[in-house]
């Protein structure tokens, strides 16, 4: 499967590419919501990951500009987020993400929580 990861932290990226490559995933990747948009609307990936702190624009934005093109209705983001506060979930699912996962991602439940978004 192609997977779209959007994060600006390197050792996030590092450990969620080396989950996903051991499983044989196909990573792309995007360090700011403005290539994230790009990206994924021009990879159409199978799932994006989605980091909701980014520089630029931030994931929820970016989910909002992905979602209102029609090739981007057709594949979940899932948001990925470490300062996770009352309600940020709520936002997430509001704005299109297909679901909502907090950091730090623990690398033994981590594939079976993003491959039931496949």
């Known amino acids: 499967m192609k997977i779209l990861i959007?994060?600006?932290?390197?050792?996030?990226?590092?450990?969620?590419?080396?989950?996903?490559?051991?499983?044989?995933?196909?990573?792309?990747?995007?360090?700011?919501?403005?290539?994230?948009?790009?990206?994924?609307?021009?990879?159409?990936?199978?799932?994006?990951?989605?980091d909701i702190q980014l520089p630029g624009i931030d994931g929820l934005e970016t989910t909002r500009r992905i979602r209102k093109s029609e090739a981007g209705k057709e594949f979940p983001i899932v948001a990925l987020t470490s300062h996770a506060m009352v309600g940020d979930k709520e936002k997430a699912l509001k704005v299109g993400c297909t679901g909502y996962i907090e950091k730090p991602i623990n690398p033994e439940t981590f594939i079976a929580q993003i491959e039931k978004y496949l």
Do not use: S
């Open 6 to 50: 959007v994060d600006d932290n390197e050792t996030n990226m590092y450990l969620i590419r080396f989950i996903l490559k051991k499983r044989e995933h196909q990573v792309i990747e995007a360090i700011t919501g403005e290539e994230g948009v790009e990206l994924a609307l021009k990879e159409k990936p199978d799932l994006v990951i989605m």
